[in-house]
């Protein structure tokens, strides 16, 4: 059992929303690892970062990954930092990875300054600059498909996408 893809990117690019609309269209389940995490925790990704600090979620997102890649047969949305680990970067090597991208102006009018984004709490327009531009060579090394999400809709990205992987 492996994932019909996986899509990676940063905040703001649309893996969720993308992801649900992609999974409707190919009718497979959508899954994305930030909710698997804070269903483990028992708690929203802020509060564990917020009691247990980022290592903790960090080692939390890393069992969530590798499980999804190992048993999950839909499509599945990655946290925009899970590409971080090197050892998530290997194992992702062997699916089918969209990094969804998305420049900055659009991306902070898609998640807002910060609200629910633990890594975006603090001057969030510059940090999210920031993560981009640092993430951004390992999202691409990553990826067998690159879509631009600028200026397109969630439901144009998911059918484009459908049209890819079905190829």
């Known amino acids: 059992m492996t994932p019909?893809?996986?899509?990676?990117g940063p905040p703001g690019a649309g893996k969720s929303t993308v992801g649900q609309a992609l999974a409707a269209l190919l009718e497979v389940p959508f899954a994305d690892t930030d909710a698997l995490i804070e269903t483990?925790?028992?708690k929203p990704i802020p509060d564990i970062f917020v009691e247990d600090g980022e290592p903790?979620?960090?080692a939390l997102e890393r069992v969530a990954v590798a499980d999804a890649l190992a048993g999950f047969d839909g499509v599945l949305a990655l946290g925009g930092g899970a590409i971080m680990d090197d050892g998530t970067r290997a194992a992702l090597a062997?699916?089918?990875v969209v990094y969804l991208s998305v420049e900055l102006?659009?991306?902070v009018k898609r998640v807002g300054l910060g609200a629910g984004r633990p890594m975006?709490?603090?001057n969030p327009r510059a940090t999210l600059?920031?993560?981009m531009d640092q993430r951004r060579p390992l999202y691409e090394s990553v990826a067998t498909h690159t879509v631009a999400t600028d200026g397109r809709t969630p439901q144009e990205i998911a059918e484009l996408l459908a049209a890819r992987l079905d190829t």
């Not at 019909?4 to 990676?8: A, D």
């Open 4 to 8: 019909v893809c996986v899509l990676v």
């Open 40 to 42: 483990t925790a028992g």
């Open 56 to 58: 903790a979620f960090r």
């Open 94 to 96: 062997a699916h089918r």
């Open 105 to 107: 102006s659009d991306a």
């Open 120 to 122: 975006l709490s603090v």
């Open 129 to 131: 600059k920031y993560l």
